[in-house]
Structures are given as structure tokens and as C-alpha cells.
């Protein structure tokens, strides 16, 4: 019953002890050597991605050099606003009249029970509250254990801050996990300083985009957008709690690792519209970084191709934490998705040059449409940028 008790919609105690546990294996905190070379290499790529990006916002961005615990705490704080909105999205799913009391209140017809059961998990009686009832006590529980296991499994995988594209709302910085970073490195017995600073050209590349003023604002609206447009299954959601033995740890851990058990999401046109946005907003983001990120690291990292590649591949390749980022925050990208983004931002540069791509960043209404993703032409032509005037 203490866990069951939250001062809000998330349990962010419960969250914080899973995030812990999930990150917790094999963490280690950065050596004392490892702070000022990467903390270097860090300031080193900044300068480069400021010259290629002309965001000078970036300059100034905090690096930190962090443990996987480290990272768990930051992007807890980091992802709470929207997975917030997700919570306050299942609180009015539940508030709603009738919400799961078809299968708790329909005593009609011949198979109908003539006694029905009086109460339910926690000893809550059944009736039109019943449903209601029991998610108001188990919602901020299962939420906090939901978000505490993604990003737990997320601080196992990412090299840096910015690995996927999550709707955060703090001060952006340059990060590096020092662990997952020495794994990586050993995995693919990649030379250490080569590996380094291609990851730290990709931090920054994201830091710069992240210091354009409307961007991080745009991806949080639309997770926001997205999380809002989940539809609760109240009568499977009843069934699925009936069968619960609240003092079974397993039986509530087995609950709390499967998203689509708590959010009981449909696919719905409207989350598939609000999906479908944020993907495309995520692909450009991220199609911008890979086509700046292989510039400047074809000139000054030699074995460029073959890190390249491994980062790509790692990055797509989540393993258990994919499930939570899909099924929570609708960030579905696959390696088609990243290909997709980068071939949009190749074809403005063969036309326009990196000048012209640059000018994704002067307004939001510079992203591209679906349309213009993949005719990098037509996006041209609506920014009025003369092709081939590079």
C-alpha cells in the first residue's frame, strides 16, 4: 500500500528505484582519466558543428561525462513533462462515465450471473466506480514502473544523450556514458579516441539542433499530441486487473513490463496521425545530424566509414527498451526511417549546398511536409531557395 501511494499521476520514487535497477548492472562511475579527454573532445566537436550548422547557440552546451545511473536520473527529470501528459491522457480515460462498466454492471441475458461477485483487487468493491477505483490506486504505480523500466534499459544502451531523438524540455548538453562507451568500444575493437570523438561530433551535431529555440518545444507538443490520443480498452483493462494477486511481486512486475497492458492503446486515426507526425519531425532531426555528423568526420576521423556504420547499427538495435520507447512515446525509428531522413537532407545539399539545408532551422515552418521528405525539391521551392543556387 506505500507504493500505491503518489503524490501525482507518476509514481517517480518507484520510477527512480527501477530506472536504478535496470541501469544498475555493470554501471561504473567515469574513471578520473576519462572526464578531461572526453570533456575535450566535446569542446573540440562543438567548434567543428558550429562552423558546419552556424548554430551558435551550441557553443556554450554543458558537457557531462556520466554513469548509466547518471543518465537514468537526468532523463527522468528530462522526460517528465511528457510522460505527465501521458498519465493526466489515462486519469481522463478513466474519469470518463461508464468507463469499464459493461462488463462489471451488465447482469442481462441468459448467461448473466445471478450473484455478482461484491468486490475485487484490494478488496474494492465492484460496481461503476470499481474500475475507476482500482486505476487510481494502481495507474501512478504502474506508470512510474513502466517509465522507471524504458529508461533503465535506454541508460544500459545510449553512448550519449542524444542516441534517439526524446521529447525533452531541460538545458541541452553534450553526454557521454562512460561504461556503455567502453563496451562499445571492445565490442567492436574500434580505436578509443577515433570512437570518441565521432560520438562526440554527434552529440554536438544534436546539442545544435536542440539550441534552435523552437525545437525541443516542437517534439515535446508532439509526444505531447501523441500520448494524449491513446484510447483506454476499459473492459479489458477490468478483465486484466481481475486476474491480479496484488501481494505476487511477479505477477505485478510481469504487468509493469508490458506497455500495452497499461495503456491498452487502439490504433486509432488520430494516434496514428500523431504518430506519424512525430516520426516525420524525428527523421529530419535525425537525417540532419547523420549527413553533418559523415562531413565533418570524413575529413578529420580516418576510419570514419566503419564507426560510422557500427554507431548507426547500435543505435537501432535497442534490444528491450525499444518495446517501452514504442509503445510510450511512439518513437518507432527503424533503419529505413533514418535512411529515409538522411536521403531528404542529401538531395537539399546536392541542390541547394549545406547553406541551403541550414535553412531548416530558421522557422518551424521550415520543416519539411511528408511530401517534401521525399522531394527535397518541392521542400526548395516552398522555402524560396532557388535550386542549384549553392
Request: overall charge negative; proline content about 8%; charged content about 25%.
Amino acid at each position: 500500500m506505500r507504493m500505491l501511494q503518489s503524490p501525482g499521476p507518476v509514481n517517480w520514487e518507484v520510477a527512480a528505484q527501477v530506472a536504478a535497477v535496470v541501469a544498475g548492472e555493470g554501471d561504473r562511475s567515469p574513471e578520473a582519466g576519462e572526464r578531461p579527454q572526453l570533456e575535450d573532445l566535446a569542446r573540440a566537436a562543438l567548434t567543428h558543428v558550429v562552423g558546419e550548422t552556424g548554430i551558435t547557440l551550441a557553443a556554450g552546451a554543458p558537457v557531462k561525462v556520466l554513469s548509466r545511473g547518471d543518465w537514468a536520473r537526468l532523463h527522468l527529470d528530462a522526460l517528465r513533462p511528457v510522460l505527465e501528459t501521458l498519465a493526466g491522457a489515462l486519469e481522463r480515460a478513466l474519469d470518463e462515465p461508464g468507463a469499464g462498466d459493461d462488463d462489471l454492471d451488465d447482469t442481462s441475458g441468459p448467461e448473466a450471473p445471478t450473484e455478482p461477485p461484491t468486490t475485487g483487487p484490494f478488496g474494492l468493491p465492484l460496481g461503476p466506480d470499481a474500475f475507476a477505483g482500482i486505476m487510481g490506486l494502481m495507474a501512478p504505480m504502474l506508470l512510474g514502473m513502466q517509465a522507471g523500466s524504458m529508461i533503465g534499459h535506454l541508460a544500459r544502451h545510449a553512448l550519449g544523450r542524444y542516441d534517439l531523438p526524446l521529447p525533452t524540455l531541460d538545458t541541452p548538453s553534450l553526454c557521454f556514458v562512460a561504461p556503455n562507451l567502453a563496451a562499445f568500444e571492445e565490442e567492436w575493437s574500434l580505436p578509443r579516441d577515433e570512437l570518441r570523438f565521432t560520438v562526440a561530433i554527434h552529440e554536438a551535431v544534436r546539442v545544435a539542433e536542440r539550441s534552435v529555440p523552437w525545437v525541443q518545444g516542437h517534439l515535446a507538443r508532439l509526444a505531447g499530441e501523441f500520448v494524449s490520443a491513446y484510447e483506454i480498452d476499459a473492459d479489458a483493462f477490468t478483465a486484466r486487473f481481475g486476474e491480479i494477486d496484488p501481494s505476487d511481486p511477479e505477477a505485478m512486475q510481469a504487468m509493469a513490463g508490458d506497455p500495452d497492458a497499461l495503456l491498452g492503446a487502439m490504433e486509432t486515426p488520430r494516434l496514428r496521425a500523431a504518430g506519424d507526425r512525430l516520426l516525420d519531425t524525428a527523421l529530419v532531426l535525425e537525417g540532419y545530424a547523420d549527413t553533418v555528423s559523415a562531413r565533418i568526420t570524413d575529413r578529420l576521423v580516418p576510419g570514419a566509414g566503419r564507426i560510422e556504420e557500427a554507431v548507426r547499427r547500435h543505435r537501432i538495435e535497442r534490444g528491450e527498451a525499444e518495446r517501452f520507447i514504442e509503445g510510450l512515446l511512439g518513437l518507432r525509428l527503424r533503419r529505413e526511417h533514418y535512411e529515409r531522413g538522411r536521403a531528404f537532407c542529401l538531395g537539399v545539399v546536392e541542390r541547394a549546398g549545406p547553406e541551403g539545408l541550414n535553412r531548416l532551422w530558421e522557422a518551424e515552418a521550415h520543416l519539411p511536409t511528408p511530401a517534401e521528405i521525399d522531394a527535397p525539391g518541392l521542400w526548395l521551392a516552398r522555402i524560396e531557395l532557388p535550386a542549384g543556387s549553392a
